[in-house]
């Protein structure tokens, strides 16, 4: 009886020690998953910037293409 207590406390030590391997994992990769998150959206933001810039230079040739046409 006393064996069998002994090895259940001896399993339900190993059992903590993985839950908090686990549990510092699942931060990481939490953290990893936000910062990425934040980068893809720094990068979305300057693409909107250059398209926006490029949209705009665009629209600015094609509007002086007009005006001589008229």
Request: net charge positive.
């Amino acid at each position: 009886m006393d064996n069998d207590l002994k090895r259940l406390e001896l399993l339900n030590k190993e059992l903590e020690i993985e839950l908090e391997i686990v549990k510092d994992n699942l931060k990481e990769k939490t953290k990893m998953h936000e910062e990425k998150t934040i980068e893809l959206e720094e990068t979305k933001k300057e693409l909107n910037k250059i398209l926006y810039s490029r949209s705009y230079k665009f629209i600015c040739k094609i509007k002086k293409l007009m005006v001589k046409i008229n």
